[in-house]
């Protein structure tokens, strides 16, 4: 069922009441699948940060915290930050060709990355805009044209290679085709589809900000281009033909002028942390743990969001990843309360958004404690605690950041019989590196990634409720054992608190930190000769003979496509690596 946002906001209120009246205090199978079964539905739109449904996911929390008889921090329990803005077009947008003014999102579009500009210029065609010089294709657009101060012209996507993989992947996208047109002199760049590559036509959507590049960038129909082509006489469809037909450079003089303005506007999104605290000794230099996994998800998906489907716009549920650990931190605050008498400790309870953009909430929060540093005895973080798998395998992650924390997990898990994965690095891609970062030790719960991760499979009918419920009250007697005993938790560091520095390569920002294969020889993707110890791919578990064959569910298929996604990451930046391991497919999280 679905319910609009009026609706929604109502049945938080009155589902927190019943809640409030019907309240367990022990951790049941029944409210696990009750926060889920809201914070994962379709109403709530994927939750991504910025939305009215990131609110109504938060107020949800933050009510549900409440109702457990727990004090609400900040405003209500929301601590309130900004985060990274949306684009929309902006009022001054504009093409006129031939004294015809033709229309945004009709006609036209601006890509995400251009430069706000006003251009009146001459257009020059260049066919896909290569500049391409490697052992196997020679392949320049640009040989022989002046687009000093003019518009390009170029088509987007690639000829279709004869071979398993395209010798081209690495120069297609349309950021690499405008930055190769920037580096020849262009002022600004026009790209149309042409009917092989998409035959609908379907022209750019303005999303998340991707940053700019120098000069306007915009996506025209072929209706149009074919106006602009018309003294040439040749149309989209047969420059198109003839460039995946004879796989050579087509490069023109249009002698006609255009008028472009490029507008677009980046609106400004706060988003919240949900934090509550459970006081049991109110002195000035009371003890703290904190517990939390952060709620929000990647919305409807699309490019930059994280998606690995990313060219389809669905609902992203984020039942695992994460209400699963959000369910959790909400169930073992509810029975903490309810056996405080016999605390020891206090504890805060948290729930961090824009996770997935960069863990910025709980970066947002450690910035901004509500106590002193020194009053954090451990951080429990709580990441994908849905999908228990056959094996019984439960991941604990930071187990090196003090030196009891190994035999702890080990004897309560004497009562669950779990197969233990233990790792002792801090630092890792969710929130519990933030807290390592400011020498707090940390565990990092998991039952590992799988292949719905960061897809429209995420939903509600995939979580193990059984796997589920076991972890939850693991989790739980490990936060109960911290809070009873006296044993002191003394911080060790456990690897690097920041990721490696990039090497090699001047253009790339990051590394994965292993040796690829450069021959080519193997056709369904990369494969990894050789996993640098201690490196990123190490630390997520690659292995030395994985073939990656995606990096944040875009294609790699050679070194070529692997070294051109690798100038699009970031420092610091979380992705998704599916490889294929003795002919099945994984799925690995790397913290660049």
């Known amino acids: 069922m679905k319910l609009n946002l009026s609706a929604l906001?109502?049945?938080?209120?009155?589902?927190?009441?019943?809640?409030?009246?019907?309240?367990?205090?022990?951790?049941?199978?029944?409210?696990?699948?009750?926060?889920?079964?809201?914070?994962?539905?379709?109403?709530?739109?994927?939750?991504?940060?910025?939305?009215?449904?990131?609110?109504?996911?938060?107020?949800?929390?933050?009510?549900?915290?409440?109702?457990?008889?727990?004090?609400?921090?900040?405003?209500?329990?929301?601590?309130?930050?900004?985060?990274?803005?949306?684009?929309?077009?902006?009022?001054?947008?504009?093409?006129?060709?031939?004294?015809?003014?033709?229309?945004?999102?009709?006609?036209?579009?601006?890509?995400?990355?251009?430069?706000?500009?006003?251009?009146?210029?001459?257009?020059?065609f260049a066919g896909y805009g290569f500049n391409i010089k490697t052992d196997s294709i020679v392949w320049d657009d640009y040989t022989g044209i002046d687009l000093t101060g003019k518009w390009v012209m170029i088509l987007l996507s690639s000829p279709k290679s004869n071979t398993a993989f395209s010798v081209y992947e690495a120069f297609s996208s349309a950021r690499s085709k405008a930055t190769a047109a920037e580096d020849h002199g262009a002022a600004g760049v026009i790209l149309v589809s042409g009917p092989t590559f998409d035959k609908d036509d379907k022209l750019v959507k303005i999303e998340n900000s991707q940053g700019q590049i120098n000069i306007p960038v915009v996506q025209i129909k072929r209706e149009l281009a074919d106006k602009i082509l018309k003294k040439s006489g040749h149309t989209i469809l047969d420059l198109e033909s003839e460039l995946n037909s004879e796989k050579k450079s087509i490069s023109f003089s249009l002698n006609e002028t255009i008028k472009i303005i490029t507008d677009l506007q980046e609106v400004k999104n706060n988003t919240f942390n949900i934090v509550s605290q459970l006081i049991v000794d109110s002195s000035e230099n009371a003890k703290f743990i904190i517990i939390g996994g952060h709620y929000d998800h990647l919305g409807f998906g699309g490019i930059g969001t994280g998606s690995r489907n990313p060219n389809v716009?669905?609902?992203?549920?984020?039942?695992?990843?994460?209400?699963?650990?959000?369910?959790?931190?909400?169930?073992?605050?509810?029975?903490?309360?309810?056996?405080?008498?016999?605390?020891?400790?206090n504890f805060i309870f948290a729930a961090f958004g824009a996770e997935e953009m960069g863990l910025l909430g709980s970066k947002h929060f450690t910035q901004n404690l509500p106590i002193k540093n020194n009053q954090i005895v451990a951080m429990i973080n709580i990441d994908m605690i849905g999908r228990m798998k056959p094996d019984n395998s439960l991941q604990i992650g930071g187990i090196g950041t003090t030196t009891i924390s190994d035999s702890l997990v080990n004897m309560i898990n004497t009562n669950y019989n779990f197969k233990l994965g233990l790792s002792k690095e801090g630092y890792g891609p969710s929130d519990?590196?933030?807290?390592?970062?400011?020498?707090?030790?940390?565990?990092?719960?998991?039952?590992?990634?799988?292949?719905?991760?960061?897809?429209?499979?995420?939903?509600?009918?995939?979580?193990?409720?059984?796997?589920?419920?076991?972890?939850?009250?693991?989790?739980?007697?490990?936060?109960?054992?911290?809070?009873?005993?006296?044993?002191?938790?003394?911080?060790?560091?456990?690897?690097?608190k920041a990721p490696s520095p990039a090497m090699g390569n001047r253009k790339m920002k990051v590394?994965?930190?292993?040796?690829?294969?450069?021959?080519?020889?193997?056709?369904?993707?990369?494969?990894?000769?050789?996993?640098?110890?201690?490196?990123?791919?190490?630390?997520?578990?690659?292995?030395?003979?994985?073939?990656?064959?995606?990096?944040?569910?875009?294609?790699?298929?050679?070194?070529?496509?692997?070294?051109?996604?690798?100038?699009?990451?970031?420092?610091?930046?979380?992705?998704?690596?599916?490889?294929?391991?003795?002919?099945?497919?994984?799925?690995?999280?790397?913290?660049?």
Do not use: W
């Open 432 to 496: 519990h590196s933030s807290f390592y970062s400011i020498n707090i030790p940390v565990f990092f719960l998991s039952t590992g990634a799988h292949t719905d991760y960061h897809t429209p499979g995420d939903s509600l009918g995939n979580i193990n409720f059984d796997g589920l419920f076991q972890v939850t009250n693991y989790i739980h007697d490990l936060a109960f054992n911290l809070a009873t005993t006296k044993s002191q938790l003394l911080f060790t560091e456990a690897g690097s």
């Open 9 to 124: 906001i109502i049945f938080v209120f009155l589902t927190s009441c019943i809640n409030a009246q019907q309240i367990n205090k022990d951790i049941t199978k029944d409210e696990l699948y009750h926060h889920i079964h809201f914070l994962a539905s379709d109403s709530l739109k994927g939750r991504f940060p910025g939305t009215a449904e990131d609110k109504v996911a938060a107020n949800y929390i933050a009510k549900n915290f409440k109702n457990s008889n727990l004090e609400l921090l900040y405003n209500n329990g929301l601590q309130e930050f900004e985060i990274r803005p949306t684009l929309i077009a902006g009022q001054n947008n504009l093409l006129r060709f031939n004294n015809t003014s033709y229309s945004l999102n009709s006609d036209f579009s601006p890509y995400p990355f251009s430069i706000n500009k006003e251009l009146e210029a001459e257009i020059v």
């Open 511 to 592: 590394t994965f930190g292993i040796m690829p294969d450069f021959s080519g020889v193997e056709k369904r993707g990369l494969r990894v000769d050789l996993v640098i110890e201690g490196k990123a791919a190490d630390k997520a578990g690659m292995k030395t003979g994985d073939i990656i064959i995606a990096i944040d569910g875009l294609a790699v298929k050679d070194i070529y496509g692997y070294m051109e996604r690798l100038t699009k990451l970031e420092l610091g930046q979380i992705i998704t690596v599916e490889v294929i391991r003795e002919n099945e497919n994984k799925v690995l999280i790397i913290q660049l």
């Open 313 to 345: 716009t669905s609902v992203h549920y984020g039942a695992d990843d994460n209400a699963s650990g959000v369910s959790a931190v909400l169930e073992i605050a509810q029975k903490l309360s309810s056996t405080k008498d016999q605390l020891k400790c």
